[in-house]
């Protein structure tokens, strides 16, 4: 997919915003504060290689950022008009803990990097095999020797709004229909890759492409699995053990309980148990061995 060119102003407020912004209720707040806290120089090497890639010099905006639960993104603005992004993922800390010492050796780090791997592989996989619109992965790394103490993807910024941000009326039929009909099409592109078993793409150097085990729950890996429900069985089992670890409530949900005002826990043992219902339901209708 080639890298089309774009206007400055399509860096839309409701998505980025400048550092002064980011405060304590961001995510990874205390590590983007540290990480702008270099200055430009630890972005300076990026850019030089964007560059050095296209052969047309550009800038890495560091002042706008863009975040989410894990990443935070900036922009790389070519003198052309076309827009690269540089997403970092930030380095997991210990739970509580507003520390600005990151233990690369702990275990999440390991499967974070190789979570960034799968996601590459993946990307490119999806690129090459259907239709959907990906963005082109130009360099990354996925280990933490570098200016930024953490992984990062250098890839194509593709414009666009998360769906519940964007300005499209569900109300409006032939807005609504528009919308999930590409939503609908990619569904159904993503339902024609097949592969012989369950788990992380990690390489696609051969064919089939070599799937290794999940890293999703407690640190642990899971899989790789043969069977879909068997991925499906390990995924409902570790929610519901996550969700009763995490649940403070004894005594059984009275018969007025109400999901509005319930405690968050509350919320996710429900949640886990429904999971476990439909599943043992699913089991016994198409007559399943576990």
């Known amino acids: 997919m080639a890298t089309q060119p774009l206007k400055q102003s399509l860096l839309d407020s409701r998505v980025w915003f400048s550092k002064e912004q980011c405060d304590e209720s961001e995510p990874n707040a205390t590590y983007i504060r540290h990480l702008l806290s270099k200055g430009q120089l630890c972005f300076d090497p990026i850019a030089e290689r964007a560059t050095s890639i296209r052969s047309v010099s550009c800038v890495l905006d560091s002042s706008r950022m863009s975040t989410g639960s894990f990443c935070v993104s900036f922009p790389i603005i070519f003198e052309d008009g076309v827009f690269w992004l540089l997403r970092i993922r930030c380095p997991p800390q210990e739970s509580g803990t507003k520390s600005e010492v990151w233990q690369h050796s702990l275990p999440t780090f390991t499967a974070v990097s190789s979570m960034i791997d799968s996601s590459v592989a993946t990307i490119k996989y999806v690129q090459t095999h259907s239709q959907i619109p990906v963005p082109t992965i130009h360099f990354y790394d996925s280990g933490y020797d570098n200016a930024f103490l953490a ?12 769906a519940p941000w964007s ?26 890759l097949r592969f012989h078993q369950s788990g992380y793409i990690q390489s696609i150097s051969s064919d089939p492409p070599i799937i290794e085990a999940l890293h999703e729950w407690d640190r642990k890996q899971n899989g790789s699995f043969q069977r879909a429900i068997d991925y499906y069985r390990q995924l409902v089992d570790n ?47 198409f007559a399943i061995s576990i």
Not at 151 to 162: A, F, R
Not at 172 to 181: G, P
């Open 151 to 162: 992984p990062y993807i250098v890839m194509d910024y593709i414009d666009g709004l998360p």
């Open 167 to 192: 300005d499209i009326d569900l109300e409006n039929e032939k807005q609504s229909t528009n919308f999930y009909s590409q939503l609908c099409g990619i569904s159904l592109a993503m339902s024609r």
């Open 239 to 285: 929610y519901w053990k996550h969700a009763c670890g995490g649940c403070t409530t004894k005594a059984s949900l009275s018969k007025d309980w109400n999901w509005t005002v319930a405690l968050p826990e509350e919320k996710d043992l429900f949640t886990a148990y429904l999971h476990r219902e439909c599943l043992a339901r699913i089991l016994i209708v």
